[in-house]
């Protein structure tokens, strides 16, 4: 589906969480989103549940694990779920060493994107359809937004520079923002 009819399909005023796996793209769809969209952009870093704009778009995967409740505590949001080559998302990974400071298990990576996309199929079946969209990376890459060459980005589109291994990108501050508070 183009980005044209994606955005046109999207509810007016209404939350919109933009999530899918670590490294799927969703900090750049929801830019993307936003921006089209003429929205706030909420960073997952940033997000606060008692300050959201109405119409915000957060960029949020660490809300995989709470859609329901997300659901349930903003019964008008809508959850956009990033599709992205599952093996283009474990080159990512192990291109900035994800996790790699807590797992080193050859496997983990492509298990981790797998058990994700697993757990959205039902998620999928949970929510009423209305409630969520499915938003293919491949259709992202037009947009004058999109990046193409990402090879010295790290953990967002904008952090240029690969560091030194995984102690000095994943910190408590950027771990920190995995923590949802309701």
Same mark, same amino acid.
Request: charged letters at 25%; hydrophobic letters at 35%.
């Given at each position: ?81 990033? $599709?992205?080559?599952? @093996?283009?998302?474990? *080159? ?6 994800? +996790?790699?400071? =807590?797992?080193? #298990? !050859? ?13 959205? $199929?039902?998620?999928? @079946?949970?929510?009423? *359809? ?6 293919? +990376?491949?259709? =992202?890459?037009? #947009? !004058? ?38």
């Amino acid at each position: 589906m183009p980005l044209g009819v994606f955005l046109y399909n999207l509810p007016l005023n209404s939350l919109i969480f933009v999530t899918g796996p670590q490294r799927c793209g969703s900090t750049i769809a929801a830019k993307i989103l936003s921006t089209d969209l003429n929205r706030p952009y909420v960073d997952e870093s940033q997000y606060n549940p008692d300050n959201l704009p109405a119409n915000a778009v957060i960029q949020a995967p660490f809300a995989n694990k709470s859609v329901l409740e997300l659901s349930f505590k903003f019964p008008k949001a809508h959850f956009v779920f990033v $599709e992205r080559n599952h @093996q283009d998302i474990v *080159k990512s990974m192990e291109r900035i060493e994800w +996790y790699k400071d =807590l797992i080193d #298990h !050859p496997s983990f990576y492509k298990s981790y994107v797998q058990h994700i996309y697993n757990y959205i $199929e039902l998620i999928k @079946q949970t929510l009423p *359809k209305e409630r969520w969209s499915v938003l293919p +990376y491949d259709s =992202l890459k037009t #947009h !004058p937004l999109f990046i193409t060459d990402r090879n010295e980005f790290t953990v967002r589109q904008s952090s240029k520079k690969k560091p030194e291994g995984p102690t000095t990108w994943r910190n408590d501050g950027h771990t920190g923002s995995y923590k949802i508070r309701f």
